[in-house]
């Protein structure tokens, strides 16, 4: 409906210049996505988990996953091998997604040497590796929305709005996490609810620092923005600073993270200067 429609910035620390698609690229890399899934295996029902930071590529891999009715398992950047032996055994992902290297851990090495102990995981994909196992030789550099049966594998397994399109885990701070399965529909009835009584709507720009692999980042940062037709500004690790740069230079107006962020940015507004653009802070958590 808007294919020059400023969709997703993504900010990684320590570059200077943000990854930025339209409604259009974004559509034909999540296409790309989806077919270099399809590739390796996955169909509908598996389970790709990744392990990211507030990146680009985890807003592509979960369209992706929906257009071929895979599930996706965000899992948060801080857990390490115990956790991730329980979540992905649990969960019986095929897939992982990760960064090769983030915050000086090598997730590529730390996921390939739990591996062996986990049966169903296929496959270990490194947004950022060397060779043939990366996430672009796999899934984003070659052309695969251009194949010949890429038309039929998009359009034959979407899914119903009732199937399940998301599994996340609870913290286990009772025991072991629980794995919450989630369809489009418990996702979107929030979404679409929380959106309306915000008044939010296609001119917002919303700005997400909080982790996307909890849900506050996943539907509001991820989610939302699409539903809306609005754009997303990602931050990849939270810096008061920095945010508040974004907020200019990119002219957000809305923004969801718990009281430390609030706190943190508004000692940063008090030093630097206003961001005049920023019309709601939801704080929560």
């Known amino acids: 409906h808007w294919p020059d429609r400023l969709a997703l910035v993504a900010q990684r620390t320590g570059e200077d210049t943000a990854q930025s698609f339209n409604y259009a690229q974004l559509a034909r890399m999540a296409d790309r996505v989806a077919i270099g899934l399809w590739r390796l295996g996955v169909r509908p029902a598996d389970v790709v988990a990744c392990q990211l930071p507030n990146v680009w590529q985890f807003t592509v891999l979960y369209l992706a996953c929906a257009r071929i009715g895979a599930v996706l398992n965000p899992l948060m950047p801080i857990f390490r091998e115990r956790e991730l032996l329980f979540m992905l055994g649990h969960g019986e992902a095929k897939l992982v997604v990760v960064l090769k290297d983030f915050r000086n851990v090598d997730y590529e090495a730390m996921l390939k040497g739990i591996q062996p102990q986990l049966p169903q995981l296929q496959h270990v994909v490194a947004i950022g590796g060397a060779g043939v196992d990366s996430f ?6 070659p052309a ?22 998301q599994l996340i885990y609870t913290s286990g701070t009772t025991g072991e996490p629980k794995g919450v399965m989630h369809s489009s529909n418990t996702l979107m009835a929030n979404i679409n609810a929380y959106a309306e009584r915000l008044a939010l709507g296609r001119d917002d720009v919303v700005l997400m620092a909080s982790p996307m692999a909890h849900q506050t980042g996943f539907m509001y940062g991820l989610m939302m923005p699409v539903m809306l037709g609005a754009t997303a500004v990602l931050l990849d690790v939270w810096n008061a600073a920095t945010a508040a740069q974004l907020i200019r230079q990119w002219h957000c107006t809305f923004t969801m993270a718990s009281t430390p962020f609030l706190a943190d940015l508004s000692r940063e507004v008090a030093a630097s200067g206003a961001v005049p653009s920023l019309r709601t802070f939801l704080c929560a958590g």
Not at 136 to 141: K, M, N, P, R, V
Request: proline share 7%; no cysteine.
């Open 136 to 141: 672009e030789a796999l899934l984003t550099q």
């Open 144 to 165: 695969w929305e251009r194949d010949a049966d890429a038309a039929q594998v998009l359009s034959s397994h979407r899914v119903p709005p009732d199937a399940i399109t």
